[in-house]
């Protein structure tokens, strides 16, 4: 019962030997702009706000700060149009950084990506809760933050389904959102051409009084600091390059126009907003967002032939703003696993965070993020201005970490890339604006939760560098297993026949190594003379990285073969009979014990062994770093009434120096 209702929740396995697979699972432009763009265009529900309300009196910088807003939003936008074309396979600020910067400089960026992509999820699933409960009674704001969990669970669910399912679900959302608001943008700022020279002379009068009341400098002052607290308007525009894993080939064209769509959507939506606050005179009030403000003096008065239809307009606009939002927390579901599995594949963090599920989706990283999320809303209450901030300070170090790497790697190639000219200046300029706003916000909101954010990404960096250190002393411990291979039998040897009736020991080996090696030694050392077949068997697995195309794929399932074809022939030289066998899928598991179970079929007295690292002093959280797949095939054989046993490798780990 359990496994159908899982099938009905999640859907059928998906095959990943399927040719068109990749193409099934993949994402045109437009389908990327509503799952990734979605997080850039947003963020004008909460952007735009943190600026104005920033201003406070001084509304006649409005004009201006759109004007900044557009520009630094192109800016960014084509910044990481060029880093798509150098990184095709996406990664965003991980990649870039570990690559021109090096991999201290990428656990830093990848660590405050991490975070990111926990608070995109918050502060979508905050800010969308918010519009809605503008028009609810007052009293209802008690269940704002149950409501939240809730939608956290679904969107958890649909994206253990897959990424292109959970997309097109929610595309109609996207569509209602850019349709109402272009209403509200054209038409307010429509409605007010009329008055443009009266407009133009309170700016003015504005600027004049400024002028005497601040003092140049002061009036800077007040624009920079509305401009940096603005900054969570441009939290979304990496998600794209990010993604580029899951996009329709040709990736590059395809995500380039995938940031063509975000730029000029978020341009236009978040600069439009901005300035229908100017128009209509909008401050903020209590128990709504500006938003709703703005809605409701652009329409909430159209009462045609005596119908509410204003009402409707003002109630269906900030429905359609909500659904964005929990479109946007997409982006944290379809990014965020997909980051932790590139730092996972560079011993970062934990290796199960690059495995994939059936439905070939990052299951691990899905639930951990989504945890994560959940409790940061839970700790913050579900207050928008603390998620903001907190979230504007890993995205611009991630922003300034990448404009940085990218500055560097123009300088130094320019000999050899002549369009170095054109290249260098727009990431110089993003750096100084992305590190600009990044110390503004660090400054002004240090105590209203700048220093948890920065708390929290200095204790995760920490947990990475620890895991790095265990798993590169593992690596050195097994290092005199490996030398094993030197002294082990290299010449050819005549096949012999496999008797199918006589002992069979069947082992599970990885890539070809001194593990396996001493597997296979050690089976003989234990039971001298009496397997008289050896089976290898091997399963090659489709992790996050391998997912870049069927093409992938047959390489995998290349190199799996030729790592057996190597034991094989290590056997049959010291005179043993031996043969191998393989599968490839995305759990080990899985595919093993459907191997075990056939080979028990033509092998009747067939033993299976697998290997398991042992450490002299063990920990609890050796279990999360290293898999207990040995263990788990031996209980499913066991329960299938196969036998097995598990061949313990004892890892000594040598103390290192601080």
Avoid at 451 to 457: F, R
Avoid at 518 to 545: M, R, T
Avoid at 582 to 587: I, K, L, N, Q
Wanted: hydrophobic content about 50%; charged content about 15%.
């Amino acid at each position: 019962m359990i496994k159908r209702l899982k099938r009905w929740l999640l859907g059928a396995p998906r095959n990943i030997l399927d040719p068109t697979i990749y193409h099934k699972i993949s994402l045109v432009a437009l389908l990327a702009w509503v799952g990734l763009g979605a997080d850039g265009l947003s963020s004008s529900a909460y952007g735009p706000e943190e600026a104005f309300r920033a201003l406070g009196h001084h509304t006649y910088l409005a004009v201006a700060l759109t004007l900044a807003t557009a520009f630094t939003v192109f800016i960014i936008s084509y910044a990481y149009s060029r880093i798509i074309e150098h990184f095709p396979y996406g990664g965003g600020g991980y990649v870039v950084a570990s690559r021109l910067l090096g991999p201290r400089f990428g656990v830093v960026s990848g660590s405050a990506l991490l975070i990111d992509y926990v608070l995109t999820i918050s502060v979508s699933i905050a800010s969308g809760a918010d519009q809605v409960f503008s028009v609810l009674p007052p009293e209802a704001a008690r269940f704002k933050l149950m409501a939240e969990a809730v939608v956290i669970g679904l969107l958890v669910l649909l994206n253990l389904r897959g990424v292109k399912e959970s997309v097109a679900i929610l595309t109609p959302i996207f569509g209602l959102f850019l349709v109402t608001h272009a209403i509200l943008i054209f038409g307010g700022i429509g409605s007010h051409l009329f008055v443009v020279p009266q407009v133009a002379s309170d700016i003015r009068d504005g600027f004049q009084s400024g002028w005497h009341l601040l003092g140049l400098f002061g009036m800077f002052n007040l624009f920079m600091r509305a401009y940096a607290m603005g900054g969570g308007t441009y939290t979304g525009i990496e998600a794209v390059s990010n993604g580029l894993q899951i996009m329709r080939e040709p990736k590059i064209h395809t995500g380039r126009k995938t940031m063509l769509y975000m730029a000029v959507s978020l341009a236009i939506t978040a600069g439009g907003i901005l300035l229908c606050y100017l128009l209509f005179h909008v401050m903020p009030e209590p128990g709504k967002t500006m938003n709703a403000v703005l809605l409701e003096r652009f329409a909430g008065a159209w009462k045609p032939l005596g119908l509410p239809l204003g009402r409707a307009f003002v109630i269906l606009a900030l429905a359609a703003e909500a659904g964005l939002l929990f479109v946007a927390a997409q982006a944290g579901f379809i990014d965020g696993p997909r980051v932790m599995s590139n730092m996972a594949l560079d011993s970062w963090l934990p290796h199960r965070f690059a495995q994939l599920s059936d439905r070939l989706t990052m299951k691990n990283g899905v639930f951990l993020i989504g945890a994560a999320s959940l409790g940061t809303l839970f700790y913050t209450r579900g207050n928008i201005t603390m998620l903001v901030t907190m979230y504007s300070i890993n995205v611009f170090l991630t922003f300034s970490l990448t404009e940085l790497g990218m500055s560097r790697f123009w300088i130094r190639k320019r000999k050899k890339f002549p369009e170095w000219k054109q290249s260098l200046p727009i990431h110089l300029i993003g750096l100084c604006l992305c590190s600009s706003i990044l110390t503004v916000v660090i400054i002004e909101k240090f105590r209203q939760g700048a220093w948890m954010t920065l708390v929290i990404t200095s204790l995760l960096i920490g947990l990475c560098f620890w895991i790095k250190r265990h798993y590169e002393a593992v690596k050195g411990s097994l290092i005199q297993l490996e030398e094993t291979i030197e002294a082990a039998p290299t010449s050819e040897a005549a096949p012999v026949p496999l008797r199918r009736h006589l002992p069979t020991a069947v082992m599970l080996v990885g890539r070809y190594g001194g593990l396996g090696i001493h597997g296979l030694l050690s089976i003989e050392q234990l039971f001298p003379k009496h397997y008289k077949n050896f089976i290898f068997i091997s399963i090659g697995v489709i992790d996050a990285a391998g997912m870049k195309g069927v093409e992938e794929v047959e390489r995998i399932q290349e190199r799996t073969k030729e790592g057996l074809e190597r034991y094989v022939r290590l056997a049959r030289g010291l005179g043993l009979a031996a043969d191998y066998r393989m599968s490839v899928g995305v759990e080990v598991l899985t595919e093993a014990e459907k191997l075990c179970a056939e080979i028990a079929k033509e092998f009747p007295k067939a033993m299976f062994f697998t290997n398991k690292l042992i450490f002299e002093d063990e920990r609890w959280f050796q279990r999360l770093l290293h898999n207990e797949t040995a263990y788990q095939l031996q209980r499913r054989l066991q329960f299938a009434g196969l036998h097995s046993m598990v061949l313990p490798v004892r890892i000594f780990i040598q103390p290192q120096a601080a």
